[in-house]
């Protein structure tokens, strides 16, 4: 049975709650509660044209040419997205990683999860997923 | 299960509608997206999409790095004619909800009554849309904007 949560206790600040035009868009208003589910990862989801994984923890210096080299061990890699710090310049830290096939995904995702990578121990899952409701 | 949830939206209502951007993560990991442009096609682009806890766990750690919930919107200039922008975070205990005009560039930023509050809006604003239209182009392969 979701529960929903009844009343606010959280600290809070900016503009925003006074005002009048926010009024019903705000997270915990009547309109717009949400059941408060377990975010159970359940079934990975493919995407249009393949799988993608999600990458964390990367090293700032991390180049897509980085990437692609190691991932491609595990099948063609068909895109890549390795985002900046749009401050720093650095890459953000994490990146997406696409494959045609989800075997070649999941080889992946299994040797890689928990690996080191240019010296940084990364995180590999699958980016997209069916839902806590499947 | 601790809150998160974000909310992003930028627009505005001129002569050719409402055009925005909003985006929002939902506690169960649910992406919800949708862009309005009446400018040159007259669409409206709405996806959704569940990501796994790692993206979410991920957005957090973005969003605490950027300290945006130390700021306060106060001094930032506030939404007018030329448009809107509202951020709106849950994590744990706190829950902010900031609004302020478009931002439109760094100069601007500097020039204001919170160029260090705002500066950090800014950026993080930035890497949240990244985020985004990775997510939203990859899976759905579309130009998100």
Redesign the interface.
């Known amino acids: 049975m979701a529960m929903y949560?009844e009343v606010?206790?959280?600290?809070?600040?900016?503009?925003?709650?006074s005002?009048m035009s926010?009024y019903d868009?705000?997270?915990?208003h009547e309109s717009r509660r949400?059941?408060?589910?377990?975010?159970v990862?359940s079934v990975?989801?493919k995407?249009?044209?393949g799988w993608?994984l999600?990458i964390?923890n990367l090293h700032e210096e991390t180049t897509e040419d980085d990437l692609r080299f190691t991932f491609n061990e595990f099948g063609e890699v068909k895109?890549i997205?390795l985002?900046?710090?749009?401050?720093t310049g650095f890459v953000?830290?994490?990146a997406?990683v696409?494959y045609d096939s989800y075997s070649d995904a999941v080889t992946a995702k299994d040797c890689m999860h928990e690996a080191d990578f240019l010296g940084m121990i990364i995180?590999v899952?699958?980016?997209?997923?069916?839902?806590?409701n499947h | 299960?601790s809150?998160f949830?974000i909310?992003y939206y930028v627009g505005h209502k001129g002569k050719f509608g409402h055009e925005f951007l909003e985006f929002e993560f939902?506690?169960?990991?649910?992406l919800r997206y949708a862009n309005n442009s009446n400018y040159k096609n007259d669409t409206m682009i709405r996806k959704e999409?569940?990501?796994?806890?790692?993206?979410?766990?991920?957005l957090k750690?973005?969003i605490m790095d950027s300290e945006i919930m130390q700021e306060?919107?106060?001094l930032w200039p506030?939404p007018d004619r030329i448009g809107r922008q509202?951020l709106?975070i849950?994590i744990?205990?706190?829950?902010?909800?900031?609004?302020t005009s478009k931002t439109g560039s760094l100069v601007d930023v500097s020039q204001s009554k919170d160029p260090e509050g705002l500066r950090c809006f800014y950026?993080l604003v930035?890497?949240l849309k990244?985020?985004v239209f990775?997510?939203i182009?990859?899976?759905?392969?579309i130009k998100p904007i």
Do not use: W
């Open positions: 949560k606010e206790t959280r600290r809070r600040r900016g503009r925003g709650f005002d926010q868009k705000h997270y915990m949400v059941p408060q589910v377990e975010n990862d990975p989801l995407s249009k044209e993608i999600f964390t895109n997205a985002n900046l710090d749009r401050r953000k830290g994490y997406l696409e995180k899952e699958f980016c997209f997923s069916t839902g806590p | 299960m809150d949830y909310r939902r506690p169960d990991g649910k999409v569940y990501v796994h806890g790692c993206v979410m766990d991920e750690r973005i306060d919107d106060s506030p509202e709106e849950v744990n205990d706190e829950h902010i909800s900031f609004t950026y930035q890497d990244c985020l990775s997510l182009g990859l899976h759905f392969k």
